[in-house]
């Protein structure tokens, strides 16, 4: 392994892609550790970018692990047929399928036409990377409650992609939503 491509685990960004055990991982959250007795460590969780498994590794404070260099084209979800989703890129007018397997996280926010970026390592497509926000209407909730924005409660609510999220009571159906796609959590009206 060259040097330029180590990373120490105490650099570690979420988001970061890393080499590690033959896989292709991405840092979804991270967290430095020093115990009162014992060395210091690094607890991650990490989504294997090829699998889509989310796992929970540690490391040693201070432990180089290979950095994965992606490369992100900017593509156009096209639209599915059976359980492949296609894609196409905006210059060239390749088109590529991604198994939905592959892409069951992400799919939860994509809809026809919407611009995502596909990762590539090495020539081999990995998956896509959605927005950290995207807008998506609001299909199905029970109706809202006058006056009732004070308590801070919420509701389910069902938006067009299939996606259920809570959502506050003066939410209706038809509303347009802003959703933070690394949590599936509603942020605000659009």
């Given at each position: 392994?060259?040097?330029?491509?180590?990373?120490?685990?105490?650099?570690?960004?979420?988001?970061?892609?890393?080499?590690?055990?033959?896989?292709?991982?991405?840092?979804?959250?991270?967290?430095?550790?020093k115990p009162?007795?014992?060395?210091?460590?690094?607890?991650?969780?990490l989504r294997?970018?090829?699998?889509?498994?989310?796992?929970?590794?540690?490391?040693?404070?201070?432990?180089?692990?290979?950095?994965?260099?992606?490369?992100?084209?900017?593509?156009?979800?096209?639209?599915?047929?059976?359980?492949?989703?296609?894609?196409?890129?905006?210059?060239?007018?390749?088109?590529?399928?991604?198994?939905?397997?592959?892409?069951?996280?992400?799919?939860?926010?994509?809809?026809?036409?919407?611009?995502?970026?596909?990762?590539?390592?090495?020539?081999?497509?990995?998956?896509?990377?959605?927005?950290?926000?995207?807008?998506?209407?609001?299909?199905?909730?029970?109706?809202?409650?006058?006056?009732?924005?004070?308590?801070?409660?919420?509701?389910?609510a069902t938006?067009?992609?299939?996606?259920?999220?809570?959502?506050?009571?003066?939410?209706?159906?038809?509303?347009?939503?802003?959703?933070?796609?690394?949590?599936?959590?509603?942020?605000?009206?659009?």
């Amino acid at each position: 392994m060259e040097e330029d491509k180590m990373i120490s685990v105490n650099d570690f960004k979420t988001g970061l892609t890393i080499e590690v055990d033959n896989g292709i991982w991405q840092v979804m959250d991270f967290q430095h550790v020093k115990p009162g007795k014992g060395a210091a460590f690094v607890r991650s969780k990490l989504r294997n970018l090829r699998t889509g498994a989310v796992q929970e590794k540690t490391f040693r404070a201070g432990e180089k692990v290979s950095k994965a260099h992606i490369e992100n084209r900017r593509m156009q979800y096209l639209y599915a047929s059976g359980d492949m989703h296609n894609f196409m890129d905006n210059q060239s007018f390749e088109q590529i399928e991604l198994p939905t397997n592959q892409i069951e996280h992400e799919l939860q926010f994509l809809k026809e036409n919407m611009e995502v970026q596909i990762m590539t390592y090495q020539g081999e497509t990995l998956g896509v990377e959605v927005p950290n926000t995207v807008e998506l209407e609001v299909t199905e909730t029970e109706p809202g409650i006058k006056g009732d924005t004070a308590s801070g409660g919420t509701k389910p609510a069902t938006l067009e992609t299939g996606l259920t999220v809570q959502v506050p009571f003066f939410i209706n159906q038809g509303d347009v939503l802003l959703i933070d796609t690394r949590n599936s959590a509603y942020v605000s009206r659009a």
